[in-house]
């Protein structure tokens, strides 16, 4: 036979197996007592002492964890599973897009002033600071805080479900959490289409990860984001203010040497000032918005009409090539074979075009615009700009699935 | 304190029915309806009280019962029940359920098949 349990023992093991907020335990831990007062006094007026009828009151309850329990259900009758889930999903929502938006503020001032101090660091030093918030680093600095959004929203999510269901935060962290994991991962692996790297597809991944893991550790109420006096709101807006200036003048003071460079494309072709039947007019490589619409064309037009039959019979081909390169010392070394090629035969008037590749490691390229004589002569037209193969875009599930 | 289990079942079946009873004549709080019940029964019915704060929780849940806080002269202030229009209906439902289950329980009980039939 078990040990009889005192009245705090009893009420204690009660309210560990209920599964309501704690607003809601404290009136049954209330009623609990104060029908044990009643029941206790009742059997001390029927003779007993004080503490059998004290445990006759309590043994009368029977199992503190089954009534727990059973109470925990019979409250739960009315909230049904639909809006159970639909006040999940309604938190889940209101609190992840308000939370988002803050880290994204955050984020964004801690770039600013990054930035700012980056350039000015690079004006004492000399030393180069393009690319530091950009590519890797970027990704570095996009997966961490992704991952901590993600915890963070595991954390304090369960308090906020747990509230508007209307059960204990215990009882809703495993499903907050499991639930979080598949969400976010169907979101993350087939919805959300991005700039991706190697980086960003390994360390987005772990973002749901994170929520599960908090999840199961969850703040026990309700968190809301620190609230700051109007002095520390004032300080904050300087500082961004402060950042956002420095950046710009610093940008503007900024002298970028290397961008120039001049390139050697005596490999894949001759120079087209040595070419007498090159009298016409062809627009120089177009980019498009490389980061936007990786679109690239040229085009040619034969201007003088009594050279045409000339030119159609010394070229056969018009092409458009984009070529990777290294760039050292200013000086652009295309690599062994083009990304990517339109041609198109030749006429008075050409137009080719082509999308640029976007392989899974952005690489620099060259776009050359070339004609090719039909002795197998190549004559280069015009070397294009440099720029950088715009970022592979997609899912997770693209980036992982589909061949490389 | 053993107690038959069969009876123990049948409460918990019948404690809805015991409860919305009792309350039918006035509002009581959770100790006086078990009291109420026991007496009822002649001691018949010791109603566990495990299951009766369920119950009471249940119908309230369910539109059945309605409670509210009310401090007492003396001691800690008490859940007070009182049965709602939804708990009258739900009695009578349950009244004519009983009726015709005891019913059918005491036809089978006293039938007796014609012997060396």
Redesign the interface.
């Known amino acids: 036979m078990p040990d009889p349990l005192d009245r705090a023992t009893f009420l204690l093991r009660v309210a560990d197996a209920v599964d309501l907020q704690p607003a809601e335990v404290g ?2 831990l ?6 044990l ?3 206790a006094a ?1 059997w001390r007026a029927a003779g007993l002492d004080v503490d059998d009828a004290e445990q006759r009151a309590i ?5 503190p964890a ?2 727990g329990h ?2 925990g ?6 909230r049904h599973l639909l809006a159970a889930v639909g006040g999940a999903a309604f938190s889940a929502l209101g609190f992840g897009a308000a939370s988002l938006a803050m880290v994204w503020l955050l984020a964004a001032a801690v770039v600013l002033c990054a930035l700012s101090a980056l350039i000015a660091i690079t004006q004492v030093t000399g030393m180069s600071g393009s690319g530091w918030l950009t590519g890797p680093s970027a990704s570095v600095g996009t997966v961490v805080l992704a991952v901590l959004w993600f915890a963070w929203m595991g954390w304090a999510l369960p308090a906020r479900v747990a509230r508007r269901v209307g059960r204990s935060v215990r009882g809703v962290r495993l499903a907050v959490g499991i639930g979080g994991l598949v969400a976010w991962s169907v979101v993350l692996w087939t919805l959300y289409s991005t700039d991706m790297d190697w980086i960003l597809a390994i360390g987005l991944p772990l973002g749901p990860v994170a929520f599960l893991l908090a999840a199961l550790r969850p703040a026990t109420s309700v968190t809301t984001f620190p609230r700051t006096t109007a002095r520390g709101r004032l300080a904050l807006l300087l500082a961004v203010v402060a950042a956002t200036t420095g950046a710009g003048f610093a940008t503007v003071q900024a002298n970028d040497s290397s961008s120039w460079w001049s390139g050697d494309v005596s490999s894949i072709g001759v120079a087209s000032d040595t070419e007498p039947l090159l009298a016409g007019s062809g627009s120089p490589v177009n980019w498009g918005d490389v980061q936007g619409g990786p679109g690239l064309f040229a085009s040619y037009v034969v201007g003088d009409p009594s050279r045409v039959a000339a030119f159609e019979q010394r070229f056969s081909t018009f092409r458009l090539e984009v070529w990777p390169v290294t760039v050292v010392d200013h000086q652009v070394n295309l690599g062994p074979a083009p990304l990517a090629v339109a041609a198109t035969p030749v006429a008075s008037e050409m137009v080719v075009g082509l999308d640029v590749p976007s392989p899974r490691s952005p690489v620099q390229v060259e776009a050359v615009v070339v004609l090719v004589a039909r002795d197998g002569t190549r004559v280069v037209l015009d070397p294009g700009g440099l720029d950088r193969t715009p970022p592979w875009k997609g899912t997770l599930l693209d980036w992982w699935c589909t061949s490389r | ?1 053993a107690r038959d289990p069969l009876r123990t079942e049948l409460m918990k079946g019948a404690m809805a029915y015991l409860v919305l009873s009792v309350l039918r004549e006035g509002e009581l ?3 006086q309806i ?2 109420k019940i026991r007496e009822r029964s002649d001691g018949a019915f010791l109603p ?4 009766l ?3 009471l ?2 119908l309230e ?2 539109g059945g019962l309605e409670a509210v ?1 009310r401090a007492g002269d003396r ?5 007070w029940y009182r049965i709602t229009p939804t708990g009258h209906a739900k009695l009578a439902a349950l009244e004519e359920e009983w009726a015709a289950f005891s019913s059918a329980v005491h036809r089978v009980a006293a039938r007796r098949e014609p012997s060396g039939a």
Request: charged share 35%; hydrophobic share 20%; proline share 4%.
């Open positions: 009136e049954v209330e009623e609990l007592t104060s029908h007062s009643d029941a009742g043994r009368s309850l029977g199992d089954t009534l059973e109470l259900r019979a409250r739960h009758r009315r | 304190m709080y959770g100790y078990a009291v566990s009280e495990g299951s704060y369920p119950t929780h249940r849940t369910e806080w001691g800690p202030r008490r859940r």
